[in-house]
């Protein structure tokens, strides 16, 4: 395993929007000693300074997983990480952040039984990691809308991605040059697939 990288800066959305949410909320904890900028005025765009280390990613889903522990028991995850896949210059702490926020999502939002996949492929330059359900899915027309801070016009607690653990997700995966986007499973269920660089760009 390879050494921290140098540093590089990434926005990381950690503030909802002040009309909706008044007060402010904080960056993940050990990383308020890197903020570099704040941006204004509707929402903060909080820039860290992202301590890149090369790791394998299948390291940083089973550090998920095991955070997550007996959350999932009653929901089956399968990985299909293999190691062979090269490394991902990232900061393994958020990444793994973004593995146990989709998953947790699942065994909040699905019925007991459901079954999580997590995979990982070689897209070109970066990597494509997948975490799928085989639950109830998502409502149609409204796959962006889940990474919203909250939802509007429905209550928190029935909203599948409501609250600030998709958005943070997003804003996580952009921070490091990647994308997030979610979708509906033709056969049943969701699917999240974010992109991860394989060669960070500096400068």
Do not use: W, Y
């Not at 991902?88 to 999580?116: C, D, I, M, W, Y």
């Not at 409502?139 to 509007?152: H, L, M």
């Not at 609250?163 to 990647?178: P, Q, Y």
């Amino acid at each position: 395993m390879t050494g921290p990288s140098p540093s590089a800066e990434g926005a990381f959305d950690i503030e909802e929007d002040e009309a909706r949410a008044p007060g402010r909320m904080r960056p993940p904890a050990g990383f308020a000693g890197r903020i570099v900028t704040v941006e204004r005025p509707a929402r903060r765009m909080t820039r860290l300074r992202l301590e890149l280390e090369r790791r394998p990613l299948a390291d940083i889903v089973e550090a998920a997983l095991r955070e997550l522990g007996a959350l999932t028991a009653k929901h089956p995850v399968t990985v299909d990480v293999p190691r062979e896949l090269p490394l991902v210059s990232v900061e393994p702490e958020l990444v793994q952040r973004v593995f146990t926020s989709l998953v947790g999502n699942v065994v909040k939002h699905t019925p007991a039984g459901t079954h999580v996949t997590i995979s990982a492929r070689v897209a070109g330059d970066f990597l494509e990691v997948a975490v799928e359900d085989d639950g109830p899915g998502l409502p149609e027309g409204r796959e962006e809308e889940v990474f919203e801070s909250f939802a509007r016009g429905e209550r928190q607690a029935t909203r599948r991605g409501a609250g600030l653990g998709l958005a943070i997700c997003r804003a996580i995966v952009e921070a490091h040059g990647g994308t997030i986007r979610s979708e509906r499973r033709a056969e049943k269920g969701a699917r999240f697939v974010f992109t991860l660089p394989l060669r960070r760009a500096h400068g």
